[in-house]
């Protein structure tokens, strides 16, 4: 072949793959158009009847089953359901699943192996509180795909019982997945008291218990406080600061004296969480503590404290306008701030014509 | 003729054919790799609760960096606008460059703010702060009032007062998505080893725009406009993303990018000595992991989207094409020691190479290219309807890379929904053939040939700003 005529096919080639693609960027609009509409109708045909519950539900689920497009239509309907584990909609829903054998084909899903294919069966078992869901879910927190571990922390956190919780706690204590996607998960009273059994039991790592306490903290759940209290008094340097902040979040004037010790802690983190737990809990017996930490050798904990300071009012305005006169440079420039953002008027705006005078 | 002369051009023909044969195969490559990453995270969508990354309390929490230099039409309603962004554990550090106009007084107005002192958690080299401003009511935002040193200066003052272990870095004239953060931090919190990881630009010409919101994306009518959406959805979804998929990105847009805060800084933060400074950092944390052995993942991905205002007139265009050149050359030169080492990697010994060839000295060997063409017929060694078909198949494999682009954004993105939207795209494939192209590589090489001269700056760019560039709209509801 001589070159004009290579050059000439190579021509020839890429029109008729310009016009080809062309073609089909016109029909994938087209079709997109289509099965997006065909994708919203699906969508509000689930809606309606996991709303209604018509007497044909066990026969409209069962085309779940096999056709992932219909699963994602319903997955995005179910999130729209109010969540609680106990509400109205799921004992039907659940039980047409069952009919329709839906359990018995997310269950093979979930080895599935599209990745894909995987995290959906996780999420809608999760979504349908399907029984023995939590312990189908449970290996897929150890997947090697990051978007399956996920979905699977995810799923069981819609499932939001004692299973759930004991597969969520196993995957902190192996470390199967970051512990932040866990922690999130079971920040919920329903995994309260497995979290609790788990702090009972002293083999896990600090690291690991930290994080349970984390987790009791995001539940907000008074019955976590004596444990927590305990962790603050006793533990290592990360359980006592996430004690500290979790005792924020659900403690009571019990923990009154304890926080108030940690403000002095040796440990620069539980200071500035202690400092944070004071002000949420509006514990203004601790006030003068507080005001010492505005000249604390870490920024944190004087931020955290000079916050808190403002949150007891009068008091702790006070505080900090006597802090104003402090030798302590980062002490002044804290309270500064805290009063100019405390937006409380002249006590502001003289501050700040101060500073920057 | 003299036979030199004549086997000299015959030569340099064959040079320049093996050239693009080489480069259409490398492109090629990387649209597939491209295709087939886009068709992977349509599959995987489904899978992704991106709104419980933005309302989680431990989603990893971002600080915002946005330098600012004489943004006064847009400033206000930009920053209201990523402050309303749907994300919950963020912080919004704006720079105030030593601007001339009244982009301090804007930034006054709008948040109350008021003047306060903090400690820097790290010290970056930086010009003089004159002051740092938050807002009683806006508790997330931090203003740094500074002596005017660039953008990179900006940036490495606002990192060091950074509260957030990710940092994202975007431009004050450009808008986020509402869900562009909680898409990126996904990355980081799926994969922890992620250093940095880029988002995609897209061009904001043309769209319906309202306090600070988009409601309605359209393309322009002109065809500058089209045109450069073009240009980016072929970088970003053509290119990029091959590169990212095969580990290999040096590149993440200054626009919009996330990085994780601890290892900027240990790198040295952004240099303020090259106008280039977004891809020189992403080359330097290539180095600074692979000299320490340290996995380094560095990514690009396409649905989170920030929104720019494109250069309208053919000046600030060409003046923005020039100094990335420069950027590119001084990038290229900086790093010059990891061109082939097999130290650094793919990154050294293929992506880098890469550079220097097509990129780099590509639009002067592409001009050569067209200047041995017209010697050869002159001279008589090719005849005239050789050198047509080889400026047709140059001409429609670029149609080639152009509409597969677009197929690549309807397929996955959708973002230009109307048939108008996509015929216009369509013809802008056609018409940036008719002298864009052209222009585009002369200014290439100008700012090859001339990039020693560097001053280091970027020029300005007028502000149309965000309400101003398309029609006025009543108050919508979205």
Known sequence: ?357 | MSAVLGDLIRLFDLFMVAYFGVLTIVTTAMAIVGWRAVEEYVRRRPLRDYGYVARSPLSLPVSILVPAYNEAPVIAASIRALIASQFVNLEVIVVNDGSTDDTMGQLRAAFGLVLTSRVPRDHLPTLPIRGIWVSPDEPRLVVIDKENGGKADSLNAALCYARYPLVCAIDADTMLDPAALSRLVWEFQVSPDTVATGGIVRVLNGSVVQDGRILQVRTPRRFIDNIQILEYLRAFLGARLGWSRLGMLLIISGAFGLFRREVVVAAGGYDTTTVGEDAELVLRLHRYHRERGLPCRITFFPDPICWTEAPGDLRTLVRQRDRWQRGLVEMLWRHRDMIGRRRFGRVGTLALPYFVVFELLGPLLELLGLVAIVATVVFGLASTELVILVALLSVTYGFVLSILAILMEERAFRRYPGWRCLARLLLAAVVENLGYRQLMMLVRIRALLTAHRSSGRWGEMPRVGFSGTLRPVPAVTV
């Open chain 1, 1 to 357: 072949m001589t070159g004009a005529a290579l050059v000439a096919a190579l021509v020839v080639l890429n029109t008729t793959v310009t016009l080809l693609l062309v073609v089909m960027v016109a029909t994938r609009k087209i079709t997109r158009d289509r099965r997006e509409r065909r994708s919203e109708q699906g969508k509000n045909e689930f809606r309606n009847m996991l709303r209604d519950q018509p007497a044909d539900l066990a026969a409209s689920l069962r085309t779940v089953c096999s056709d992932k497009r219909h699963q994602v239509d319903l997955l995005f309907a179910l999130r729209e359901m109010p969540a609680a584990p106990d509400a109205d909609w799921r004992e039907p829903v659940r039980g047409a699943a069952l009919i329709a054998g839906v359990e018995r084909a997310l269950a093979r899903q979930t080895l599935s192996s599209d990745p894909t294919r995987r995290g959906l069966a996780a999420l809608l078992l999760g979504q349908l509180t399907l029984p023995g869901a939590a312990e189908l879910i449970e290996p897929l927190l150890g997947d090697d795909d990051g978007d399956v571990r996920i979905s699977a922390a995810g799923a069981l956190s819609g499932i939001a019982d004692d299973a759930a919780a004991r597969a969520l706690v196993a995957a902190l204590v192996r470390g199967v997945i970051a512990p932040e996607r866990v922690v999130e998960r079971l920040a919920g009273s329903w995994a309260v008291p497995t979290l609790l059994t788990a702090l009972s039991s002293t083999q896990q790592p600090p690291t690991v218990r930290s994080w349970m306490a984390r987790a009791l903290g995001l539940a907000g759940d008074p019955r976590a406080e004596p444990t927590l209290l305990r962790m603050l008094i006793a533990g290592s340097d990360e359980e006592r600061t996430s004690a500290a902040r979790a005792l924020g979040r659900c403690g009571s004037a019990a923990s009154a004296a304890a926080l108030g010790r940690a403000l002095g802690d040796r440990c620069a983190a539980v200071r500035a969480q202690a400092a944070t737990a004071v002000g949420s809990l509006g514990m203004d017996a601790s006030g003068q503590a507080l005001e010492r930490c505005l000249a604390d050798s870490s920024w944190w904990v004087r931020s955290n404290a000079a916050t808190s300071l403002v949150s007891f009012g009068e008091p702790g305005l006070a505080a900090l306008v006597r802090t104003l006169g402090s030798r302590d440079p980062y002490a002044r420039a804290r309270a500064a701030e805290a009063l100019a953002l405390s937006g409380l008027g002249p006590t502001g705006v003289a501050v700040t014509t101060g500073l920057a005078a």
